[in-house]
Protein backbone atom coordinates (compact mmCIF):
# COMPACT_ATOMS: atom_id res chain seq x y z
CA UNK A 1 0.00 0.00 0.00
CA UNK A 2 1.46 3.45 -0.49
CA UNK A 3 2.08 5.72 2.20
CA UNK A 4 -0.64 8.72 2.60
CA UNK A 5 0.67 12.03 2.14
CA UNK A 6 0.98 14.70 4.66
CA UNK A 7 -1.94 16.50 5.29
CA UNK A 8 0.05 19.57 5.82
CA UNK A 9 2.76 19.18 2.56
CA UNK A 10 1.78 21.17 -0.74
CA UNK A 11 1.62 19.09 -4.11
CA UNK A 12 3.15 21.65 -6.33
CA UNK A 13 2.29 19.49 -9.58
CA UNK A 14 -1.33 20.12 -8.39
CA UNK A 15 -0.44 23.90 -7.39
CA UNK A 16 -2.49 26.34 -9.27
CA UNK A 17 -0.31 28.68 -11.03
CA UNK A 18 -0.32 32.29 -9.39
CA UNK A 19 -1.41 35.35 -10.83
CA UNK A 20 1.36 38.00 -9.58
CA UNK A 21 -0.04 41.69 -9.67
CA UNK A 22 2.50 44.86 -9.20
CA UNK A 23 0.86 47.19 -6.46
CA UNK A 24 2.63 50.20 -4.85
CA UNK A 25 3.98 51.26 -8.26
CA UNK A 26 6.44 54.33 -7.90
CA UNK A 27 6.51 56.66 -11.14
CA UNK A 28 9.29 58.39 -12.12
CA UNK A 29 9.58 60.59 -15.78
CA UNK A 30 12.20 60.61 -17.32
CA UNK A 31 12.21 63.80 -20.37
CA UNK A 32 14.96 63.17 -23.16
CA UNK A 33 17.28 66.19 -23.91
CA UNK A 34 14.97 68.67 -25.73
CA UNK A 35 15.89 70.42 -28.72
CA UNK A 36 19.11 73.20 -28.79
CA UNK A 37 16.46 75.94 -29.72
CA UNK A 38 14.67 75.30 -26.35
CA UNK A 39 17.91 74.99 -24.28
CA UNK A 40 21.39 75.23 -24.73
CA UNK A 41 22.63 73.11 -22.25
CA UNK A 42 26.46 73.77 -22.77
CA UNK A 43 26.16 77.60 -22.42
CA UNK A 44 24.59 76.42 -19.18
CA UNK A 45 26.96 74.10 -18.21
CA UNK A 46 30.02 76.67 -18.98
CA UNK A 47 28.28 79.76 -17.33
CA UNK A 48 28.03 77.29 -13.87
CA UNK A 49 31.63 76.51 -14.37
CA UNK A 50 32.48 79.96 -14.60
CA UNK A 51 29.89 80.56 -11.47
CA UNK A 52 32.04 78.30 -9.43
CA UNK A 53 35.11 79.59 -10.35
CA UNK A 54 34.36 83.17 -10.16
CA UNK A 55 32.83 82.39 -6.58
CA UNK A 56 35.80 80.47 -5.20
CA UNK A 57 35.40 77.88 -2.68
CA UNK A 58 31.55 77.45 -1.39
CA UNK A 59 30.64 74.16 0.40
CA UNK A 60 27.61 72.25 -0.89
CA UNK A 61 24.76 71.43 1.47
CA UNK A 62 26.17 69.36 4.25
CA UNK A 63 23.43 66.85 4.81
CA UNK A 64 23.83 65.11 1.31
CA UNK A 65 26.67 66.47 -0.77
CA UNK A 66 30.78 65.59 -0.33
CA UNK A 67 33.13 67.14 -2.22
CA UNK A 68 30.66 69.83 -3.99
CA UNK A 69 29.82 73.16 -4.86
CA UNK A 70 26.54 74.80 -4.63
CA UNK A 71 24.61 77.70 -5.36
CA UNK A 72 21.18 79.08 -4.11
CA UNK A 73 18.57 80.35 -6.30
CA UNK A 74 19.93 79.85 -10.21
CA UNK A 75 16.27 80.55 -11.20
CA UNK A 76 16.84 83.93 -10.30
CA UNK A 77 19.70 84.64 -12.27
CA UNK A 78 18.56 86.05 -15.51
CA UNK A 79 21.31 83.74 -17.73
CA UNK A 80 19.60 80.65 -16.59
CA UNK A 81 16.05 81.69 -17.61
CA UNK A 82 15.64 79.07 -20.71
CA UNK A 83 16.71 76.37 -17.92
CA UNK A 84 13.78 77.10 -15.65
CA UNK A 85 11.27 78.08 -18.52
CA UNK A 86 12.01 74.44 -19.29
CA UNK A 87 11.14 73.37 -16.13
CA UNK A 88 8.40 74.80 -15.46
CA UNK A 89 7.04 73.03 -18.67
CA UNK A 90 8.28 69.69 -17.65
CA UNK A 91 6.81 70.17 -13.72
CA UNK A 92 3.11 71.04 -15.73
CA UNK A 93 3.56 68.28 -17.56
CA UNK A 94 3.74 65.69 -14.78
CA UNK A 95 1.29 67.79 -12.49
CA UNK A 96 -1.15 67.81 -15.19
CA UNK A 97 -0.55 63.99 -16.00
CA UNK A 98 -0.92 63.12 -12.03
CA UNK A 99 -4.45 65.58 -12.14
CA UNK A 100 -2.77 68.07 -9.44
CA UNK A 101 -4.68 70.91 -8.79
CA UNK A 102 -3.33 74.56 -9.81
CA UNK A 103 -2.17 77.07 -7.33
CA UNK A 104 0.39 79.09 -6.18
CA UNK A 105 3.29 76.35 -4.77
CA UNK A 106 6.87 76.68 -3.34
CA UNK A 107 9.09 76.58 -5.56
CA UNK A 108 13.34 75.99 -4.78
CA UNK A 109 16.24 75.28 -6.95
CA UNK A 110 19.90 74.92 -6.22
CA UNK A 111 23.24 74.51 -8.61
CA UNK A 112 25.25 71.67 -8.04
CA UNK A 113 28.58 70.79 -8.95
CA UNK A 114 29.97 67.38 -8.21
CA UNK A 115 33.91 67.61 -8.40
CA UNK A 116 36.02 64.41 -9.08
CA UNK A 117 35.89 62.02 -6.47
CA UNK A 118 32.31 64.11 -4.81
CA UNK A 119 29.09 62.02 -4.33
CA UNK A 120 25.51 62.79 -2.52
CA UNK A 121 24.47 60.47 0.35
CA UNK A 122 21.21 59.17 0.61
CA UNK A 123 18.61 61.51 1.28
CA UNK A 124 15.17 62.82 0.22
CA UNK A 125 13.18 65.58 -0.49
CA UNK A 126 9.61 65.11 1.66
CA UNK A 127 7.08 67.13 2.36
CA UNK A 128 7.64 68.15 -1.04
CA UNK A 129 5.43 67.48 -3.79
CA UNK A 130 7.85 66.53 -6.68
CA UNK A 131 11.85 66.91 -7.13
CA UNK A 132 13.87 66.75 -10.04
CA UNK A 133 17.13 67.23 -11.46
CA UNK A 134 17.98 69.12 -15.21
CA UNK A 135 21.63 67.56 -16.20
CA UNK A 136 24.26 70.28 -17.67
CA UNK A 137 26.53 67.67 -18.09
CA UNK A 138 26.52 63.44 -19.15
CA UNK A 139 25.85 61.13 -16.63
CA UNK A 140 26.11 57.68 -18.25
CA UNK A 141 28.49 55.69 -16.59
CA UNK A 142 29.30 58.46 -13.85
CA UNK A 143 27.77 60.50 -11.53
CA UNK A 144 24.34 58.64 -12.06
CA UNK A 145 21.03 59.45 -9.82
CA UNK A 146 20.59 56.43 -7.65
CA UNK A 147 16.57 55.93 -6.67
CA UNK A 148 16.00 53.79 -4.09
CA UNK A 149 13.02 51.38 -3.05
CA UNK A 150 11.22 52.99 -1.15
CA UNK A 151 9.64 50.32 0.65
CA UNK A 152 11.73 50.39 4.29
CA UNK A 153 12.63 46.62 4.48
CA UNK A 154 12.52 45.95 0.59
CA UNK A 155 16.23 45.66 1.05
CA UNK A 156 16.12 42.86 3.68
CA UNK A 157 13.90 40.43 1.61
CA UNK A 158 15.23 40.19 -1.92
CA UNK A 159 14.33 36.83 -2.39
CA UNK A 160 10.52 38.45 -2.32
CA UNK A 161 10.66 40.79 -5.14
CA UNK A 162 11.74 40.43 -8.73
CA UNK A 163 14.69 43.37 -10.02
CA UNK A 164 16.93 45.76 -7.91
CA UNK A 165 16.26 47.63 -5.03
CA UNK A 166 18.36 50.35 -6.21
CA UNK A 167 18.44 51.60 -9.82
CA UNK A 168 21.20 53.94 -11.48
CA UNK A 169 19.21 56.41 -14.29
CA UNK A 170 22.23 56.88 -17.00
CA UNK A 171 21.43 60.14 -18.61
CA UNK A 172 23.17 62.18 -21.23
CA UNK A 173 23.68 65.93 -20.57
CA UNK A 174 19.95 68.15 -21.41
CA UNK A 175 18.62 65.20 -19.52
CA UNK A 176 15.39 65.80 -16.99
CA UNK A 177 14.13 63.63 -14.52
CA UNK A 178 11.66 64.26 -11.96
CA UNK A 179 10.11 61.64 -8.83
CA UNK A 180 8.03 62.35 -5.91
CA UNK A 181 9.73 64.20 -3.40
CA UNK A 182 9.37 61.58 -0.70
CA UNK A 183 11.82 59.01 -3.18
CA UNK A 184 14.99 58.10 -1.44
CA UNK A 185 17.87 58.60 -4.02
CA UNK A 186 21.44 59.86 -4.26
CA UNK A 187 24.15 60.67 -6.83
CA UNK A 188 26.82 58.06 -6.90
CA UNK A 189 31.03 59.10 -7.01
CA UNK A 190 32.30 61.70 -9.77
CA UNK A 191 34.77 58.63 -11.10
CA UNK A 192 35.55 61.14 -13.73
CA UNK A 193 38.77 64.00 -14.59
CA UNK A 194 35.84 66.83 -15.00
CA UNK A 195 33.28 68.81 -13.03
CA UNK A 196 29.82 66.95 -13.11
CA UNK A 197 27.05 69.43 -13.06
CA UNK A 198 22.89 69.61 -12.67
CA UNK A 199 20.24 71.60 -11.78
CA UNK A 200 18.03 70.13 -8.91
CA UNK A 201 14.55 71.59 -7.79
CA UNK A 202 11.14 70.97 -5.79
CA UNK A 203 8.02 71.85 -6.30
CA UNK A 204 6.41 71.61 -2.80
CA UNK A 205 2.89 72.39 -1.39
CA UNK A 206 0.43 74.88 -2.09
CA UNK A 207 1.52 78.52 -0.30
Not at 123 to 152: F, M, Q, W, Y
Amino acid sequence: MSQDKDANSIDSNKATAPKGINIFPTEVWIFPPPTKEKLRVNELLNMSLELKNSNGEQSADPRSARHAWRKESPHLERNFETAFLYINEILSAVCQKLGVKGGTRAFDTWLNIIEPGGYQVSHNHAPNLLSGILLLSDCVKTSRLILRDPRPTRQCFPETQLGPSEIPVASSAGSAIIFPGWLEHWVEENASDGDSAYIAFNLGNII
